[in-house]
């Protein structure tokens, strides 16, 4: 799923400050699930701003949404009738839901309400890591079913570098070095001589590098 | 081997133990920063490094510095990092290098910029130093870009890169010397080299299969100057063995002897692995101290410096 954190209250109530007809609109999906922007947090968030514009003495109206996905048109336009009451949009969204928002309602100005962060997993509750950097072209298969785009602090296909120590990356020591991962699962595998396969040069034209990205299908378009 | 005109290359290919040493750039664009050091050393080393912004903090390009020497006649080694340049820019400085006439290139991947003066700068990534080896080879003996181009005058450089003995995990540190050579790396310099024992293992396992015939493996030393240092490279620098008796040695002596005893540590370190089979020489990097490399060097015996023919 997409991750994404909090942002600070602060900078929430400085992108909004000015409008007084505000809604907060959640997304059902990842973001509920990583506790960032679900029914919950747009309940808490729209809170905050009632609070903050009341001890401010300014009347602002905060409505409450949470949508069953923003990044699908047809669930956006449920707004569609009752739009036009808004001033302004706090979407709680990932960065895709906050723009699919924007494009849908070209009117209205659009805040991002979390920083969007990466693909990744829960690995319990409150603790949300990194999986996939979308690369488009996935070597899993290769390196033992762990990345080391995203998990390798210099995405280094032939690695480890002189920095894995004990175990742990060289930038941080409560983070797994990812080729150590790599070739303990190989291991585990019985395939450790595929450690000496070199990993060729990668073509990143497929991933943020080769501009933004679209996949086609078309098989299923209608 | 290559049969470029690199003198580092001659000299092992004659079967000499070679000697290197580096330089750090200086943190601004004074060009004696770098002559000054490489006056104290060059008569005592067969071909200084010069680091690629080391630790990833800002310093006067690696490629300048190389420039410099060269033009002194000192023999450079270029070293480069993929860390901050994608393969356009660096095929492109392999080429500004050889137009110097610049024959020997350490092919590196870089510390993490969060060690450096930019830890909030983008890092590249695009070649790690395995594929940096590569690109360098295809450059040179099939004269083309890695776009498939042909490249007029190619580069005619010796291929080195670096290998962590200590590093973990240890069970495939000689793989992964075993994936730079298939990749076709000439030399290796090691990262310092504390732990002597392990170090002879690491060596052992190279042997064995054979890598030491196909790769010149200089050893890295680093003469240490003080107890507070020895401690600081074992708990601190990341990929670093320093056993403790090195440190009780070092904390052993007074403060003001402790530098002595590092250049006794260091000599004795030499003459130990010089009879170590595939030990084809020394990289020693004095950090800030490259004054007693001379002194090292002829101490340990590997003085005067053999004629390249």
């Given at each position: 799923?997409?991750v994404?954190?909090?942002?600070?209250i602060e900078?929430?109530?400085?992108?909004?400050?000015?409008f007084?007809s505000?809604?907060?609109?959640?997304?059902?999906?990842?973001?509920?699930?990583?506790e960032?922007?679900?029914?919950?947090?747009?309940?808490?968030?729209?809170?905050?701003?009632?609070?903050?514009f009341?001890n401010q003495?300014k009347?602002?109206?905060?409505d409450?949404?949470?949508?069953?996905?923003?990044?699908?048109?047809?669930?956006?336009?449920?707004?569609?009738?009752?739009?036009?009451?808004?001033?302004a949009?706090?979407s709680?969204?990932?960065?895709?839901?906050?723009?699919?928002?924007a494009?849908?309602?070209?009117?209205?100005?659009?805040f991002?309400?979390?920083n969007?962060s990466f693909?990744?997993?829960t690995?319990?509750?409150?603790?949300?890591?990194?999986?996939?950097q979308?690369c488009g072209d996935?070597?899993?298969?290769r390196t033992?079913?762990?990345?080391?785009i995203?998990?390798?602090?210099k995405?280094?296909?032939?690695?480890?570098?002189?920095?894995?120590t004990k175990?742990?990356?060289?930038?941080?020591?409560?983070?797994d070095?990812?080729?150590?991962?790599?070739i303990?699962r190989?291991k585990?595998l019985?395939?450790?001589?595929d450690?000496e396969?070199?990993?060729?040069i990668?073509?990143?034209?497929?991933?943020r590098?080769g501009?933004?990205?679209?996949?086609v299908?078309?098989?299923?378009?209608? | 081997?290559?049969?470029?005109?690199?003198?580092?290359e001659?000299?092992?290919?004659?079967?000499h133990?070679?000697?290197?040493?580096?330089?750090?750039?200086?943190r601004?664009?004074d060009?004696?920063?770098?002559?000054?050091?490489a006056?104290m050393?060059?008569?005592?080393?067969?071909?200084?490094?010069i680091?690629?912004?080391?630790?990833?903090?800002?310093?006067?390009?690696?490629?300048?510095?190389?420039?410099?020497?060269k033009?002194k006649?000192?023999e450079p080694?270029?070293q480069?990092?993929?860390?901050?340049?994608?393969?356009i820019?660096l095929?492109?400085?392999?080429?500004g290098?050889s137009?110097?006439?610049i024959?020997?290139i350490?092919c590196?991947?870089?510390d993490h910029?969060?060690?450096?003066?930019?830890?909030?700068?983008?890092?590249?990534?695009?070649?790690?130093?395995?594929h940096?080896?590569?690109t360098?080879?295809?450059?040179?003996?099939?004269g083309?870009?890695?776009?498939?181009?042909?490249i007029?005058?190619?580069?005619?450089?010796?291929i080195?890169?670096?290998?962590?003995?200590?590093?973990d995990?240890f069970?495939?540190?000689v793989?992964?010397?075993?994936?730079?050579v298939?990749?076709g790396?000439e030399?290796?310099?090691?990262?310092?080299?504390?732990?002597?024992?392990?170090?002879?293992?690491?060596?052992k396992?190279?042997r064995?299969r054979?890598l030491?015939?196909?790769?010149?493996?200089?050893a890295?030393?680093?003469?240490l100057?003080?107890?507070?240092?020895?401690?600081?490279m074992?708990n601190?620098v990341?990929?670093?063995?320093?056993?403790?008796?090195?440190?009780?040695?070092m904390?052993?002596?007074?403060k003001?002897?402790?530098?002595?005893?590092?250049?006794?540590?260091?000599?004795?370190?030499i003459?130990r692995?010089?009879?170590?089979e595939g030990?084809?020489?020394?990289?020693?990097?004095?950090?800030e101290?490259e004054?007693?490399v001379?002194?090292?060097v002829?101490?340990?015996g590997l003085?005067?410096?053999?004629e390249?023919g």
């Amino acid at each position: 799923m997409i991750v994404a954190g909090k942002k600070p209250i602060e900078e929430i109530i400085e992108q909004v400050e000015p409008f007084s007809s505000i809604l907060v609109a959640g997304c059902n999906e990842c973001v509920t699930v990583c506790e960032a922007g679900g029914k919950k947090e747009v309940g808490v968030i729209a809170s905050a701003l009632r609070m903050y514009f009341m001890n401010q003495g300014k009347e602002v109206k905060i409505d409450e949404i949470t949508f069953e996905r923003q990044c699908d048109r047809e669930f956006l336009e449920e707004l569609r009738d009752r739009a036009d009451r808004y001033d302004a949009i706090l979407s709680l969204a990932c960065g895709a839901g906050v723009q699919f928002m924007a494009e849908t309602y070209p009117s209205l100005p659009v805040f991002p309400g979390v920083n969007t962060s990466f693909i990744g997993v829960t690995e319990q509750r409150g603790l949300w890591t990194e999986r996939c950097q979308g690369c488009g072209d996935c070597i899993l298969g290769r390196t033992a079913g762990i990345c080391p785009i995203s998990r390798c602090a210099k995405r280094l296909l032939n690695g480890p570098c002189g920095g894995s120590t004990k175990g742990k990356c060289e930038i941080n020591k409560e983070l797994d070095c990812a080729w150590q991962l790599i070739i303990e699962r190989l291991k585990e595998l019985g395939r450790l001589e595929d450690y000496e396969k070199i990993i060729p040069i990668k073509d990143w034209s497929c991933e943020r590098a080769g501009g933004p990205r679209k996949v086609v299908r078309e098989d299923v378009i209608l | 081997m290559s049969g470029t005109p690199s003198r580092l290359e001659k000299i092992l290919t004659q079967g000499h133990l070679a000697v290197t040493s580096e330089c750090g750039p200086p943190r601004g664009s004074d060009p004696e920063a770098i002559t000054k050091k490489a006056d104290m050393i060059k008569a005592h080393v067969d071909a200084i490094n010069i680091t690629d912004n080391q630790t990833s903090v800002t310093r006067l390009c690696s490629l300048a510095a190389c420039i410099h020497l060269k033009l002194k006649g000192v023999e450079p080694v270029l070293q480069m990092v993929t860390r901050d340049r994608n393969r356009i820019a660096l095929q492109s400085d392999i080429l500004g290098a050889s137009s110097f006439d610049i024959h020997n290139i350490l092919c590196l991947s870089g510390d993490h910029q969060q060690f450096g003066d930019n830890p909030k700068a983008q890092n590249v990534f695009d070649l790690d130093s395995i594929h940096l080896i590569q690109t360098v080879k295809q450059m040179r003996d099939e004269g083309k870009f890695l776009g498939g181009d042909d490249i007029n005058r190619p580069p005619k450089m010796f291929i080195g890169a670096a290998a962590n003995p200590f590093a973990d995990p240890f069970e495939i540190r000689v793989p992964r010397l075993a994936k730079k050579v298939a990749a076709g790396v000439e030399f290796i310099q090691t990262q310092c080299i504390y732990n002597l024992d392990r170090f002879e293992e690491w060596m052992k396992q190279a042997r064995d299969r054979g890598l030491h015939k196909k790769v010149f493996i200089l050893a890295g030393l680093t003469p240490l100057k003080s107890a507070g240092m020895a401690k600081y490279m074992r708990n601190r620098v990341p990929g670093m063995d320093v056993p403790e008796e090195v440190v009780k040695r070092m904390s052993g002596v007074p403060k003001e002897e402790q530098a002595r005893e590092g250049i006794k540590i260091c000599v004795e370190s030499i003459q130990r692995l010089k009879e170590v089979e595939g030990v084809s020489g020394f990289h020693i990097m004095a950090i800030e101290w490259e004054e007693m490399v001379p002194e090292i060097v002829e101490k340990g015996g590997l003085y005067p410096r053999p004629e390249a023919g």
